[in-house]
């Protein structure tokens, strides 16, 4: 039975309840709150995640609470509410998904430092892991739903994760963020997209959210070992760049792209050292997602045949 | 009887044993364990470096390894280079002058 | 202690792992959850690891539960980093003012690699230097790069005038502040231990250019920093501070009969009372009978002890976090902070006005006629 098979009403009695439990491979979450829309929202977004009982321990057990007091009739608010505490500003009670995702990232930068994270799309094709390196903002979210729409096994939009015994990404399939056209582009992109509501006044314009791939989903515990980064900027007007980067100044940038470099110290030295020796690593700039994905695939399929671009060794002028 | 020898040469060695380093090519990440601080050493800091993890070297010594390791590229290397990439590497606490000199205490960030 | 069943079920179950590490192999899951979630919140889930650690235990609970608290060590580690950090570039900022420089709470803690401070999660360095020194110190600190948080002139009176401290000084782009103390509880406070026995009593630490108090000291200051000189709220890891310093300190032949001795000297036995008597409720703290039997003249009246045994349970443990806290636990914390600032006050004020009542008291006795002019 998986979330998508309940009905809208089982689902807002779970909310109401003890909750809805969601298990994304990385973390289980469970989610609690009687706001209005947020339950069918959640029915589409989890739409192929099991249903599970909400108990046992979870990382991360977080409510949705409307604000109380007379605001709750003019313009009601909710808060985020996890172990007693409200880390953020109440938003407006109908970004409710939105207040939702972000405050679990919150939680996942916080409760995850057992692993090394990096600010980066992570995916997965032949068996072969491919991280996406960038700063918020700078278009990863919309190339990585763009690639999960193509083939690429999903694992996260935000978090690289890396299991620091072995270096192996971990998964962590859940709802992408698009934000204003990049939702569009999306739709278009993929017939199959399945999009949540759109959510017209954030700070950072009109967001909707592209539920995770079923066959992401079922994959959600498949750890797959890093084999290529690629950076990659999105660049309105230019035409398509592929480079070879050099191993050094892929360390530095993924030092720079990451949550929690500078806490993990030597382990986060070794983990990064060791995941630029064992992958090629490139820059792409891209003004089209088809030609982006194109060029990504190319990567991938010239490395399993052994082929590389430029070797690595020659320093790009980047 | 010897003549006097003069004040002693300064000589170099790595600051830390617990330094870690990973070659990257021909660059050289480098894992200060007193700082948390990481770096990246170029090819001609990185060959300074890895000598300077080997063994205690003076400025005359360093300047005969590295031609060795550079062998018929470009110009020579003067000790004045090496001075002034020794100090970069003093501040940020990865070698340090022994002999000849009272232990400097680490100038670390 | 008297406790709570619903509002503090998780926080007696993380105690009682705490006390019997061994029963972590039989929680189920659930109670995990719960157990792992106070424990966050009161900052001692990295401290409750070290302390399954140090029985063996990390292997017999479920993985997902030891993830989280490798991910809570992780960061402990990082802390400890950055307070060692911290502490190399204050000694070399002070080396040239030759004072001396004593390392107060969680940085000796560190410094003397105590077991008790594995994972603990330092939020700043607390350093002691004597009151004359102080300006000299705040000077060379400033100019080596820490600075004064902008504060307006009441709140630079408050610190510089009534408090034990100078404003948190930070170095820029660094996580830890810097705490400069000079002595251990607020000037105005009723309670005034001698800053020059804390010197005369302290010694080298393993770091050099810092000294630690003895170890007797470091007991009464914990001890006066959560009774004395703070509000109790959700502060169970002071608590157990207390109790892994005495537990590591009591191996000492001597250490129990010095403990109570010094709390005398310092006029500090009420808040070691309360400290080793709480623990021992909380944690079973071994105190030996004769500590308390000396210890009398210090025991608080029976009335006052009562309500305390009530109130300090509900105001310190953190609360089940599946809801909000009860009514009674935020009424124990309003009262606890209230004690707080009482303890602040002068005694001179507080004598001034029992004064005040008492001769007005005595004017009505003695005086059916005019009444004699008063001194206020």
Redesign the interface.
């Known amino acids: 039975m998986r979330i998508g098979d309940l009905d809208q009403n089982a689902v807002e009695h779970e909310l109401r309840g003890t909750g809805l439990a969601i298990d994304f491979g990385l973390a289980r979450v469970r989610v609690r709150g009687d706001v209005p829309g947020f339950g069918a929202a959640l029915r589409v977004l989890y739409a192929h995640f099991p249903v599970e009982p909400p108990a046992g321990f979870f990382e991360v057990s977080a409510s949705l609470v409307r604000a109380r007091g007379l605001r709750r009739h003019l313009r009601p608010q909710v808060d985020f509410v996890v172990d007693g505490e409200r880390p953020f500003e109440p938003f407006p009670a109908d970004t409710h998904v939105p207040l939702f995702e972000w405050g679990v990232n919150f939680c996942l930068a916080q409760r995850c430092n057992h692993h090394l994270l990096l600010h980066a799309g992570a995916v997965e094709r032949d068996g072969a892991g491919i991280l996406l390196p960038a700063l918020p903002g700078h278009g990863k979210s919309t190339l990585t739903a763009a690639l999960a729409a193509r083939g690429f096994r999903l694992l996260s939009d935000e978090f690289g994760v890396l299991r620091l015994s072995d270096g192996a990404m971990l998964p962590a399939p859940r709802p992408i963020a698009l934000k204003n056209e990049s939702i569009e582009l999306i739709r278009r992109f993929s017939g199959d997209a399945v999009l949540g509501p759109a959510f017209p006044k954030t700070r950072k314009g009109t967001v909707a959210h592209l539920a995770p791939p079923a066959e992401g989903v079922a994959r959600r515990r498949e750890p797959v070992h890093p084999r290529l980064i690629v950076f990659p900027r999105f660049s309105r007007g230019e035409s398509l760049q592929v480079e070879p980067m050099a191993r050094s100044r892929a360390f530095a940038r993924l030092s720079t792209n990451s949550f929690n470099y500078e806490l993990l110290g030597p382990a986060a030295f070794e983990a990064v050292g060791r995941l630029v020796q064992q992958c090629d690593c490139y820059s792409l700039v891209y003004d089209d997602l088809e030609s982006a994905v194109g060029a990504i695939g190319k990567v991938l399929a010239d490395q399993a045949r052994g082929e590389r671009s430029p070797a690595a060794g020659e320093s790009a002028p980047h | 009887m010897a003549s006097d020898p003069g004040p002693p040469e300064p000589r170099w060695r790595a600051g830390d044993p617990a330094i870690r380093t990973i070659p990257l090519d021909d660059e050289l990440v480098v894992f200060n364990p007193v700082s948390w601080e990481t770096h990246l050493l170029n090819p001609a800091g990185a060959q300074l470096f890895e000598a300077l993890l080997e063994g205690t070297l003076s400025l005359r010594e360093l300047r005969v390894e590295l031609e060795a390791l550079r062998s018929g590229q470009d110009e020579p290397i003067r000790e004045e280079q090496i001075e002034a990439l020794l100090a970069e590497l003093e501040d940020l606490g990865l070698v340090m002058r022994v002999a000849g000199h009272v232990n400097d205490a680490h100038r670390g960030p | 202690m008297q406790l709570d069943r619903s509002a503090h079920a998780p926080a007696r179950l993380l105690l009682e792992i705490w006390t019997s590490p061994e029963q972590a192999s039989g929680l189920s899951?659930?109670e995990?959850?719960l157990v792992?979630?106070v424990a966050?919140?009161a900052k001692l889930l990295a401290t409750l690891r070290a302390r399954l650690a140090a029985s063996g235990l990390l292997g017999r609970i479920?993985l997902?539960?030891a993830?989280?608290m490798?991910?809570?060590?992780?960061?402990a580690?990082?802390r400890e980093?950055m307070a060692r950090?911290e502490l190399?570039r204050v000694a070399?900022a002070l080396a040239p003012l030759d004072v001396p420089v004593v390392l107060l709470k969680g940085a000796a803690y560190l410094v003397e690699g105590l077991a008790m401070a594995e994972g603990r999660l330092p939020a700043d360095v607390d350093i002691l230097v004597p009151q004359d020194r102080l300006d000299a110190a705040e000077r060379a600190l400033l100019e080596a790069g820490w600075q004064s948080p902008d504060l307006d002139a009441h709140d630079q009176r408050y610190y510089r005038e009534w408090s034990h401290e100078l404003p948190p000084l930070r170095f820029p782009e660094h996580p830890l502040e810097l705490d400069v103390h000079h002595t251990i509880l607020p000037v105005t406070g009723r309670l005034r231990p001698d800053p020059a026995a804390l010197f005369a009593g302290s010694r080298a630490s393993r770091l050099e250019g810092f000294r630690v108090l003895c170890p007797e000291d470091q007991v009464l200051h914990a001890c006066v920093h959560l009774f004395q000189d703070s509000d109790l709220a959700n502060r169970l890891r002071d608590l157990l501070d207390i109790d892994g310093l005495v537990r590591e300190f009591g191996r000492d032949e001597g250490f129990w009969d010095r403990l109570v001795m010094r709390s005398h000297q310092h006029g500090l036995g009420r808040p070691l009372w309360y400290a080793l008597h709480f623990s021992s409720g909380a944690v079973r703290t071994h105190v030996p009978g004769r500590v308390f039997e000396s210890l009398v003249d210090a025991t608080p009246p029976r009335l006052v002890r009562g309500l305390l045994d009530r109130l300090v349970p509900l105001a310190l443990l953190p609360?089940n976090?599946e809801r909000?806290?009860p009514l009674r636990v935020r009424l124990a914390r309003v009262a606890m902070l209230a004690r707080y600032h009482w303890l602040r006050l002068p005694p001179r004020l507080l004598a001034t006005h029992v004064l005040h009542k008492a001769l007005r008291g005595l004017r009505t006795k003695l005086a059916p006629a005019a009444p004699e002019p008063s001194p206020h």
Request: cysteine-free; overall charge positive.
């Open positions: 899951p659930g995990w959850d792992v979630r966050r919140s479920p997902a539960v993830q989280a490798d991910s809570e060590a992780a960061v580690r990082f980093q950090l190399r070399q609360s976090p909000l806290p």
